[in-house]
């Protein structure tokens, strides 16, 4: 019986996500140079369907996110876009013990203005002793909507995570990127949010969704330019906020080059 339960909450959530692939009316927010912890394209730990930012051309980025929880860990990150539709990322997650977190995206369907995409987030778990393997797979879809009365850039996230013995788990999250204070600060930076029963790894340098979920909040710098074909974006962060075991402060900054 449980287990017919979880398999309906499963397609209801599948079911969610495909049909929030449809249109919306358009928002106002950058889909460009953002990155996770983890170095994928999306919000805080939630990636989005939205690939990395470069067209019919390649881009790279690189970046670094440091994450405070009394302790202090390391996380530069390398990114790259392909073609518009395909992304690939590979983070180091440094602290009391070494995570290599390998990332693909490939956006199976485009609207005009919704993304639906299938991805992957290898790990290589304490990689320099006992090394144990995990993986994540997702479906995420992105559209644009509303978050309250402003317009939001939107992401569902269903997936599993393969982390020991197999269960009914179902891996679900949401992000919303959104202008903030657009007049006084003429659209420059974006007030993330994102929530959900998973982090961006199976074991976390801050946030811990295992126990209660996670809720995470932050402000991106939009990228802005300032050499020809390279952008500079800098976000900062506040993890699983309502947790004490979990609960973190994060920084980081990226570097995009955008192939002419």
Not at 20 to 46: E, H, K, R
Not at 56 to 61: G, L, M, N, V
Request: proline share 3%; charged share 10%; aromatic share 10%.
């Amino acid at each position: 019986m449980q287990m017919k339960k979880n398999l309906c909450i499963s397609l209801l959530l599948l079911t969610t996500v495909f049909l929030s692939a449809l249109d919306f009316p358009s928002g106002q927010v950058s889909d460009a140079g953002n990155a996770t912890i983890s170095g994928a394209n999306g919000y805080i730990v939630i990636p989005s369907a939205e690939t990395a930012w470069s067209g019919r051309r390649t881009s790279i980025t690189t970046g670094y996110s440091g994450i405070f929880t009394g302790t202090y860990a390391h996380v530069p990150y390398i990114q790259m876009g392909f073609a518009s539709n395909l992304e690939m990322s590979l983070a180091v997650d440094i602290s009391n013990e070494v995570d290599v977190l390998l990332g693909g995206k490939w956006r199976i369907a485009r609207g005009q203005n919704s993304s639906l995409t299938f991805g992957v987030v290898g790990q290589l778990l304490n990689a320099t002793t006992t090394t144990n393997l995990a993986a994540q797979l997702y479906l995420a879809s992105t559209f644009n909507s509303s978050f309250i009365e402003w317009p939001s850039k939107t992401t569902l996230l269903i997936g599993y995570t393969f982390d020991g013995p197999l269960t009914s788990n179902i891996d679900f999250g949401m992000g919303y990127q959104m202008p903030f204070l657009p007049k006084a600060l003429n659209r420059k930076i974006d007030f993330l949010i994102d929530f959900g029963n998973a982090s961006y790894s199976a074991s976390p340098s801050g946030g811990n969704a295992k126990s209660r979920g996670m809720l995470n909040m932050g402000l991106r710098l939009r990228p802005v330019q300032f050499l020809q074909a390279i952008y500079i974006s800098v976000d900062l962060r506040l993890l699983d906020i309502f947790d004490a075991q979990g609960r973190a402060v994060s920084a980081s900054v990226a570097i995009s080059y955008l192939a002419q």
